[in-house]
């Protein structure tokens, strides 16, 4: 089973991943192609917390695993939208 400790630092993580990946995509929707590095590095993110989710998800019990659902269910839908901006 996952420490809380290790769970609590996970979740600030994905908060990280999610927090940095707004900032580009609201840069990406006003500046259009000027960022498109940091663009990609945002989703590159994305994508790797959405895997370390399911790795770690593994060794969660049920509460544990439902705040990581809700949290996976953030990433994805950041994800959608970034594939989907205009860009």
Known sequence: ???RQSMDE???HCEDVLRYA????TE???LEHY?????VKAQQMLEHAVNDLAHFSLSCNAQQREQ???M???LEQLQNDM???RH
Do not use: G, V
Request: net charge positive.
């Open 22 to 25: 707004k900032e580009q995509y």
């Open 28 to 30: 990406a929707s006003k």
């Open 68 to 70: 990581l659902h809700r």
């Open 10 to 12: 996970f979740l600030q």
């Open 72 to 74: 996976r269910l953030q």
């Open 83 to 85: 594939i989907l901006l």
């Open 35 to 39: 960022n498109d590095t940091e663009y």
């Open 1 to 3: 089973m996952a420490t």
